[in-house]
């Protein structure tokens, strides 16, 4: 046995000492060749390599390596009920939209937020004197970069909850001097969805959202109405229209 070990590795020795003894001959063999290959062949190969390490197996997200800024989404389900349709259609933006994003998803019903006194103080300190949820929601607006505003039709407009939100916001109103403003730059989007077959309802809703952007100074920059959606099920053949407008809250 000591015998059959000592001739292994004198074998194993001789495999070695060889290698290293025409190791820098093949490397010499291999920089001679790769010099004749013109330079272009090269810097396109490095090219090839380096988008597939860093973009296709997401060592570096695209928007880093190219100096783009990653956007920070919004996207605020106005209706009360977390589970319904209104609640399905903001879970499926937060999936298109968050690649190489940063997105934060709420409903308003996350938030206390109490009824408008109409005492007009805010007019004139820019501020409310109650004391509840406006203000923690509002520094989400003032977060996001872009804003998604996804919305039933009640009776023809935004649900009670989101108009009484909208009606807090009379401190970030910019018809009054002095108001509290968000930062600037900041664009706007709005999906509606109704249980019947007009889109006049649709555009009602989108409008008052629209209207509540231009008062924050929120470039409204699209809209999409979706008639015929009451339950979750009846999203199966909407997602493709979602989708499309999602490309449209990514686009610079």
Not at 77 to 96: D, L, M, Q, Y
Not at 138 to 157: E, F, H, N, Q, T
Request: charged share 25%; glycine share 6%; net charge positive.
């Amino acid at each position: 046995m000591p015998v059959l070990s000592c001739i292994l590795f004198c074998r194993v020795s001789t495999i070695f000492s060889n290698v290293a003894r025409f190791t820098p001959v093949i490397l010499r063999n291999f920089v001679i060749s790769c010099l004749n290959i013109p330079i272009f062949f090269h810097i396109s190969c490095l090219l090839i390599l380096t988008q597939y390490f860093i973009f296709a197996r997401g060592f570096i997200p695209r928007t880093i390596f190219m100096g783009e800024q990653m956007m920070k989404i919004l996207v605020i389900n106005c209706s009360p009920v977390r589970n319904g349709a209104t609640a399905e259609i903001v879970s499926i933006v937060k999936k298109c939209v968050e690649k190489e994003n940063t997105v934060d998803t709420v409903c308003i019903d996350d938030f206390e937020i109490k009824l408008c006194k109409g005492c007009r103080k805010c007019n004139e300190i820019a501020e409310c004197f109650q004391e509840d949820d406006v203000v923690k929601l509002m520094k989400k607006y003032d977060w996001a970069d872009r804003i998604v505003s996804v919305s039933p039709s009640y009776w023809a407009d935004v649900p009670g909850q989101f108009k009484v939100f909208i009606d807090r916001c009379t401190p970030w109103c910019n018809t009054h001097v002095p108001h509290a403003k968000l930062a600037s730059g900041k664009k706007g989007y709005v999906i509606a969805l109704r249980t019947g077959s007009s889109m006049l309802e649709c555009e009602r809703v989108i409008s008052s959202i629209e209207h509540f952007y231009g008062h924050l100074e929120i470039e409204p920059c699209g809209k999409l109405g979706l008639c015929g959606v009451e339950f979750k099920e009846n999203l199966n053949g909407r997602l493709e229209e979602i989708k499309t407008f999602c490309e449209l809250i990514k686009s610079p």
